[in-house]
């Protein structure tokens, strides 16, 4: 089966600077890869997703690039601001049985 | 309002003592699975369902049961309870459009087992 890893597995940042996380899988079927942010206490919720298809996607402050020969993707997140805290949790599905297979999440903590 | 619903939010059991976490969505999705997340492991899949009366195993199966009578219901059962089933339990849904569609998710469930 599919196994996705994510690293760091914390991650600080001054507010203003970048963030990056990063995120790679085994399956080569997989085709779809998207981003959720956990809030503390909250549900999962979808950020940001990519296709096969697609080598980046942006909206706003924060991008997705995927890289399918190397297997490995990424989340961008540009300005960072106290709200961006939470958890970051990356997955990828090959799509038929629509299982996604989650990372290990990234607690990403702004600095003021 | 879309959403999906667990309950209960929180559930303190005692080992052995069958239990099940009802979860509910009103968006009609087809695409409906059970995750726990544990610290530093993420979300890990318990089973799914792709339709009324289709379930199948995710990742971490044993010590679970699911059921799909009607498509906006998909339930967890713990039989028999134990201390390793302590955790934090998504319930989500999609649907079966395309390549890939958003996972909604359930505001959780914390069950401890003592």
């Known amino acids: 089966g599919e196994n996705v890893e994510q690293h760091p597995s914390t991650l600080s940042v001054q507010e203003g600077d970048s963030a990056v996380i990063k995120c790679t899988y085994s399956?080569?079927?997989?085709?779809?890869f998207p981003w959720y942010k956990q809030e503390l206490g909250k549900r999962p919720q979808l950020i940001i997703d990519?296709?096969?298809?697609?080598g980046e996607k942006k909206d706003q402050r924060i991008a997705v690039t995927l890289n399918k020969t190397a297997k490995h993707f990424s989340l961008h997140i540009t300005e960072t601001q106290p709200e961006d805290s939470a958890v970051y949790f990356c997955?990828?599905?090959?799509?038929?049985?629509?299982?996604?297979?989650f990372g290990s999440g990234t607690q990403l903590t702004v600095l003021p | 309002e879309a959403q999906v619903t667990q309950n209960p939010r929180y559930l303190i059991t005692v080992t052995g003592k069958k239990l099940t976490v009802t979860c509910s969505q009103n968006?009609?999705?087809?695409?409906m699975s059970w995750y726990r997340q544990d610290p530093g492991l993420g979300l890990r899949q318990i089973y799914y369902?792709?339709?009324?009366?289709?379930?199948d195993k995710g990742d971490v199966p044993e010590g679970y049961k699911v059921s799909r009578k009607e498509k906006r219901n998909f339930p967890l059962i713990l039989e028999s309870p134990s201390p390793n089933q302590t955790s934090l339990y998504f319930c989500?849904?999609?649907?079966?459009?395309?390549?890939?569609?958003?996972?909604?998710f359930g505001q959780g469930t914390r069950l401890t087992v003592v």
């Open positions: 990519i296709r096969s298809n697609v």
């Open positions: 989500a849904s999609s649907s079966s459009g395309g390549v890939g569609t958003e996972a909604f």
């Open positions: 369902s792709m339709n009324v009366e289709v379930t």
């Open positions: 997955a990828a599905s090959s799509g038929s049985a629509r299982q996604l297979t």
């Open positions: 968006m009609n999705h087809e695409y």
């Open positions: 399956d080569s079927a997989s085709n779809y």
